[in-house]
């Protein structure tokens, strides 16, 4: 059997890293298995679609390198076939007319207290017309439900109300139109997230009622449904408290290899090392090997991943992936409300190919670049007011240390080895560290406390100008002892 799966998403809002997760594992399943992983909009809720959200799918799954086979399709445009399987469910008795309304419903469910709807209507013989919903006769009996990573559910179908698969508008509702896609596009395998277990059962009844119905009987798909997403509290992903859209990970400056990296650990370990290529996830996954207990969406974690793939790119590959947050191209992409601190005609890109292996090593996503290399083409050096009241103005040493420095450095060969030589040599003359003696030095010349390795900047910005910053934090400093 060849497989086939589908990733299909509601374009109601940004795209959500468990939506992403979802697209990765149908995408590794399809990959490893041989088969084909189809991209499906399901965009049938046009009071919640927005064309625009449509476009954040397409580039987020084109950033990750998911792209699917086949499609997009979208739903919208199989309308003629969810109508005609709700003709052939009335046909063949399965669906019913219903006149309550929603505050019917809800009077009748607060008197005799049952869950979701009573099936009032169900034997009224109510006509079909323009203020009616059409709703499914869920018939006696249990609903096994087979899940690859869950095992063998079996629902009651008591406590199964009669849903509704189409609204009186005549609008087909998800769980119907899903099925009838799912058919139409002969998927085998159902992969997404946990929230929709309880929708498995609805949909098992309604593929089996339209094998009957329409005389085509196509087995019904394996499911498997994949494990929830949850902060450091052990909570469900919140999208107020947690960063949690693709686009915003992108803009920080993450890779899209150590994105998907980390998403297939959401669930999934590969044998051994868990920093691993997509080649090796592909040869190694298997939807049996997903964990049933909800996964940390560790950040940190993400981090981590994404400094050690940073550090592992060829110069080459570096500077052209760091490039839209240093030295854009005009009409290239650009990450979404980031400035360049620079204007862009100070930027020198031979200086920055030089400091940038040492600041490669040193990041742990492509938007801290700027502000680590910012000292090398502003006029003056951003001052973080912090630094600079811990190692200047604070720091009794700091004149003599800013004096010995301006002295040394205003002689010695303008070299990273001969600066830390002088430095070294006046560090100990003051009987310092020469850890202590750098913090002024480098909160001077750079405006901050961290950066890339004090000499190498200092040699990249030339002696004029470190003498010069040297002065200026000379003078704050106060009059020394
Ligand atoms: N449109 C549904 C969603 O975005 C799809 C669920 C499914 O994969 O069946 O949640």
Known sequence: MTTRVRFAPSPTGYFHVGSARTALFNWLFARHTGGTYLLRIEDTDAERNREEWVDVINRCLEWLGLSPDEGPFRQSDNATQHTAAVDALIGAGRLYPCACTGDEVQARKRDNKTPGYDGYCRDRGVERGPTTALRFKVPEGTTTVHDIIRGTIEFQNAVIDDFVV?????????????????????????????????????????????????????????????????????????KRKDPVSVEDFRDEGYLADAFVNFLGLLGWSPKGDEQVDRATMIAQFDLADVNQSPAFFDVMKLRSINAD?????????????????????????????????????????????????????????????????????????????????????????????????????????????????????????????????????????????????????????GRDEVLRRLSVARGAAGAGQ
């Open 309 to 461: 793939y940073l550090r592992a790119m060829s110069l080459e590959d570096f500077l052209v992936a760091v490039s839209p947050w240093v030295d854009p191209e005009p009409g290239a992409w650009m990450p979404t409300a980031v400035e360049v601190p620079w204007p862009a005609e100070r930027f020198d890109a031979e200086r920055f190919r030089t400091i940038a292996p040492l600041v490669q090593e040193r990041v742990t996503r492509l938007s801290e670049v700027p502000g680590m290399v910012d000292f090398l083409f502003l006029d003056e050096p951003v001052i973080d007011a912090a630094s600079w009241a811990k190692a200047v103005t604070g720091e009794s040493d700091a004149p003599a240390i800013l004096d010995a420095a301006i002295a040394a450095f205003t002689s010695c060969e303008f070299t990273a080895a001969a600066l830390h030589e002088v430095t070294l040599a006046f560090t100990e003359a003051l009987g310092s560290k020469l850890r202590k003696v750098q913090a002024p030095i480098r909160v001077a010349v750079t405006g901050r406390s961290v950066g890339p390795p004090l000499f190498e900047s200092m040699e990249l910005l």
């Open 166 to 238: 189409a609204k009186s508008s005549g609008a087909v509702l998800y769980n119907m139109a899903n099925v009838v896609d799912d058919r139409a596009d002969r998927i085998t395998h159902v992969v997404r997230g946990e929230d929709h277990i309880s929708n498995t059962p609805k949909q098992q009844l309604i593929w089996e009622a339209l094998s009957e119905a329409t005389g085509e009987h196509l087995p019904l798909p394996t499911y498997a449904h994949l494990p929830l997403l949850v902060d450091a509290q052990r909570k469900k992903l919140s």
